[in-house]
């Protein structure tokens, strides 16, 4: 009588090959989102039948990467949240807090012109986005930001400036935890540099959940 085959070591092995496939997918489809899933799964040392084994075609391995980055995204805007903190660190605590998830920005970004859609892709970012746009509200009410752009079109520029920053840490021209952006953020924003490197060091100090 034969022994039953240990089937744990074969699903481990499915798992790290999923988990390794999705990676290089983040990473790759950022910088090029016409690479195709052969390439990708060069990418990621697996052979093309596995990739096709988890992921049946392009269409549903974007879902499974928009619905990652949906909650990934989610989860670091909560982090962020501090109530009653004034305007300046609040923008500061936001933009440390997706920094470390910014990728799936890059990523969202670049498959809105072919793949995902650009209503999918705004309906992803629509969380990030409003609370950076209220938070700029509410700090050009209290004098902290300039008052040239609405908020929303504020954000829009800010938006656009992170992600090129991103994309220069991902070429190598660029090293940054984060705070180099935050303290870019906050001058576009109109805080004075010197004000905008002590408010980021004294969030980056506290913790963005702090």
């Not at 744990?8 to 496939?21: F, L, T, V």
């Not at 300046?88 to 920094?99: N, P």
Request: hydrophobic share 45%; proline share 5%.
């Amino acid at each position: 009588m034969s022994k039953p085959v240990a089937r744990e070591p074969q699903r481990r092995n499915s798992r790290s090959n999923r988990a390794r496939i999705l990676a290089t997918a983040r990473h790759e489809l950022g910088r090029n989102p016409d690479i195709t899933l052969e390439e990708l799964a060069r990418a990621s040392g697996v052979v093309r039948r596995t990739l096709f084994g988890h992921f049946p075609g392009r269409a549903a391995l974007l879902e499974v990467l928009a619905d990652e980055a949906a909650e990934s995204l989610r989860d670091a805007i909560a982090a962020g949240e501090q109530p009653g903190e004034s305007a300046d660190r609040a923008l500061v605590r936001f933009l440390l807090s997706i920094w470390p998830v910014g990728d799936r920005y890059r990523m969202l970004l670049a498959l809105a012109r072919r793949d995902l859609g650009t209503e999918r892709v705004a309906e992803i970012l629509a969380p990030g986005r409003e609370r950076v746009t209220a938070v700029l509200d509410r700090g050009q009410a209290e004098g902290l930001f300039h008052t040239h752009l609405p908020p929303a079109v504020l954000s829009a520029g800010l938006e656009a400036m992170t992600v090129a920053l991103l994309e220069q840490v991902n070429t190598g021209a660029l090293e940054d935890d984060g705070t180099r952006a935050a303290v870019a953020t906050l001058i576009a924003a109109g805080v004075p540099e010197k004000q905008a490197c002590a408010v980021v060091a004294e969030v980056a100090q506290s913790g963005t959940s702090a």
